[in-house]
């Protein structure tokens, strides 16, 4: 008895506006590229980057990213595109499908190195502010598998089990593990684990993003055990089992090391970026600084202005004085001939008198 399930698309693809193809697969990929822009953007501003760094460097990224993972797929099931029967021209039909996330992250850091140069950035700080981002990404991502009916695990009766319904492919209809589901969810546990990581114990120098390697493939491990399609074995084990296991363990050696012998976090992840506004706060520290730099020139122009004032007040009142004491001198000449005279006059009377 059929108690519950999760079903599946009856397609993958929708007619928007009935001639624009919109395929579920392709709408996953690009949200999640564009929710891992967002993220990574906040982080590098948090870390004293600049606005539109991370969705600048992404421009190389995204697309060797994309052919990274498409070249990693075709490779590892070459049979699926270039055996008997097959058309090689499928290879190139990315939207049906089949992106390896190994050849994704190998091909996306090549990309990522290119942008960094041409910014002055250094490739592991931009790694860390975008590591969270991209397991929401492949959280995302991995709800394409379910429009495409693919990537399932084995037969179960869970009431979460995955209903399958499409038959192409070799598929056959039924209820399986929804393993697209179990990495969605482990994907976002990993987005968080790096984030909280990140702030307790301030990762730096290629150390975040290794943390999210590192966890990734400890998840993709056990969910890739579950998988039913097909793919090549190796000692019993598929080809991804065994690369989870080989970055696994380079991504941990990655961290001990860096932890010794660059501990911290980049003082510094972008040059040129704390001198300009990439914040409110960034804002906010260079008006406050402009303010005080002009109210210094205006004391300083105050100041000379006050010293000449001060000069002429001083010019002025020698001036003054001096025309005060000429004026002064004048007066007490005058008052001198006045008296000279009113005496002469005494003495001429008296002599008239006695005459």
């Known amino acids: ?46 870390r004293g980057g600049r606005p539109g760094t991370v969705a600048d460097i992404a421009v190389w990224a ?17 049979q699926l595109y270039f055996s008997e029967g097959q058309d090689w021209v499928d290879a190139f039909k990315i939207w049906e499908g089949g992106l390896g996330i190994w050849g ?23 790694a860390d502010a975008l590591a969270p981002g991209i397991a929401l990404a492949q959280a995302i991502g991995r709800w394409g598998n379910w429009f495409n009916q693919e990537l ?104 001990v090391l860096s932890a010794r012998l660059r501990p911290g976090r980049e003082e510094v992840v972008e040059p040129g970026a704390s001198d300009e506004d990439t914040d409110d706060d960034g804002a906010a520290v260079k008006l406050d600084k402009k303010s005080e730099d002009e109210d210094s020139e205006t004391k300083d122009s105050d100041a000379g202005k006050s010293d000449a004032e001060k000069s002429e007040d001083a010019d002025e009142k020698e001036t003054a004085e001096a025309e005060t004491d000429s004026s002064s001198g004048s007066s007490e000449s005058e008052t001198a001939d006045s008296s000279s005279s009113v005496e002469a006059k005494d003495e001429e009377a008296e002599s008239a008198k006695k005459a």
């Open 152 to 255: 399932y695990g084995r037969e179960t009766d869970l009431p979460w089990a995955l209903h399958i319904t499409s038959s192409t492919d070799g598929r056959v209809p039924g209820y399986y593990h929804p393993t697209f589901l179990y990495e969605s969810l482990w994907c976002i546990g990993v987005a968080v684990l790096v984030i909280w990581a990140d702030r307790r114990f301030k990762l730096g120098h290629g150390r975040a993003f290794a943390l999210y390697v590192a966890a990734y493939c400890a998840g993709r491990f056990w969910i890739e055990a579950m998988r039913v399609d097909e793919a090549h074995h190796f000692l019993g084990m598929r080809l991804n089992e065994w690369t989870s296991i080989v970055v696994f363990l380079l991504a941990v050696l990655y961290i």
């Open 1 to 46: 008895m059929e108690i519950a399930y999760i079903p599946s698309p009856s397609r993958g693809v929708y007619e928007l506006f009935g001639v624009i193809p919109l395929r579920g697969y392709a709408f996953c990929i690009i949200i999640g590229v564009f929710v891992a822009v967002w993220l990574g953007n906040r982080r590098w501003i948090a």
């Open 62 to 78: 995204v697309p060797f990213g994309l052919v990274g993972g498409r070249l990693y797929h075709v490779i590892t099931d070459y």
């Open 104 to 126: 994704a992250i190998a091909f996306g850091a090549v990309g990522a190195w290119i942008g960094c140069r041409s910014r002055g950035v250094p490739l592991p700080a931009w």
